[in-house]
């Protein structure tokens, strides 16, 4: 008898216990929290644009598996479809709706390929408490299966 299926169906539950457990994460940075995963980690860096970013990442992935939010005073949020296509996104659509701060905001998706390799953005951005909010989830399209923990991380957030 092959020892495949068992390691499959272990490497399976490990991997579904990634979704198991959360720790209540409220940044430095920002005035917000979520809820993430424990498997997850937390680093700050600036990005290109010299924002500073909390960004979060898991164990299992690519350097294009993440979920990260950064905030920059504003008030008006720009479009975020036309902000994908201008970075090199196709497919650009809406993907799904998250309630945030008592609204539900569309989360605009864009497909991408790169040296990189292929992955997706997932993005909202709004304006709330003099802030315009960016918060991103993306992804390998071989690690598809992170999506909906990367999509509950955004879905956990909430404002202070």
């Known amino acids: 008898m092959s020892m495949i299926p068992a ?3 272990l490497a399976a539950v490990l991997f579904a216990g990634i979704t198991t457990t959360t720790i209540h994460f ?25 924002h500073r970013v909390d960004y979060f990442f898991p164990a299992l992935g690519s350097f ?6 950064y905030a920059v005073p504003g008030r008006d949020a ?6 994908l296509h201008s970075i090199g996104g196709h497919h650009v659509k809406r993907s799904a709706r998250i ?10 998706r864009g497909d991408f390929k790169g ?13 709330a408490h003099g ?3 960016h918060l991103t989830a993306s992804y390998d399209v071989k690690y598809k299966k992170m999506r909906p923990i990367l999509i509950a991380i955004l879905s956990s957030f909430k404002l202070h």
């Not at 040296?115 to 304006?127: L, M, S």
């Open 7 to 9: 390691v499959r169906t």
């Open 26 to 50: 409220s940044s430095t940075l920002y005035p917000y929290s979520i809820d993430q995963p424990s498997s997850f980690r937390h680093i700050i860096f600036t990005d290109t644009d010299n």
């Open 64 to 69: 294009t598996t993440n979920a990260n939010i």
């Open 78 to 83: 720009p479009d975020e479809q036309t902000y």
């Open 99 to 108: 309630s945030i701060a008592g609204q539900l905001r569309p989360v605009m």
């Open 115 to 127: 040296i990189a390799g292929r992955w997706t953005i997932e993005q909202v951005t709004f304006a």
């Open 131 to 133: 802030y315009v909010w």
